[in-house]
């Protein structure tokens, strides 16, 4: 069966990927009703999401606008949900190779 190409867009750049060159970040409430952030690896997550292209400069720039991402998931007056999603951005940082985003290099080219 052939995959079919989901396209996303990264809440940094702007620009278009497939999915799977896209982190996940989904805002939803678990069992006990309490909202939580956390990195939807497999895109099956039901809530609000964002999506950034994996690379260590669209996070580094994403926990810039912190506050932004979380207007993004409807949850701008949660200062733990803040906590959890730059949690997340630091383990990506840590973690992501070095690569910027295609938008950084055909800057870099021109
Ligand atoms: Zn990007």
């Known amino acids: ?3 079919k190409n989901i396209i ?3 809440s940094v750049c702007k620009q278009n990927f497939n999915r799977q060159e896209l982190i996940k970040i989904t805002c939803f409430k678990n069992k006990e009703e309490k909202l939580n952030i956390i990195l939807d690896s497999n895109y099956n997550i039901p809530g609000r999401s964002i999506y950034i292209f994996k690379s ?3 996070v580094i720039e994403a926990k810039k606008y912190k506050k932004k991402i979380l207007n993004k998931l409807k949850r701008p007056l949660y200062p733990e949900l803040e ?3 730059e ?3 630091n383990y ?3 973690n992501l190779p070095e690569n ?3 938008l ?3 800057l870099e080219v021109s």
């Open 1 to 3: 069966m052939k995959k």
């Open 8 to 10: 996303r867009v990264c």
């Open 56 to 58: 260590k400069h669209c």
């Open 83 to 85: 906590k959890e999603l």
């Open 87 to 89: 949690g997340i951005l």
């Open 92 to 94: 990506l940082i840590e």
């Open 100 to 102: 910027s985003c295609p």
């Open 104 to 106: 950084v290099k055909s």
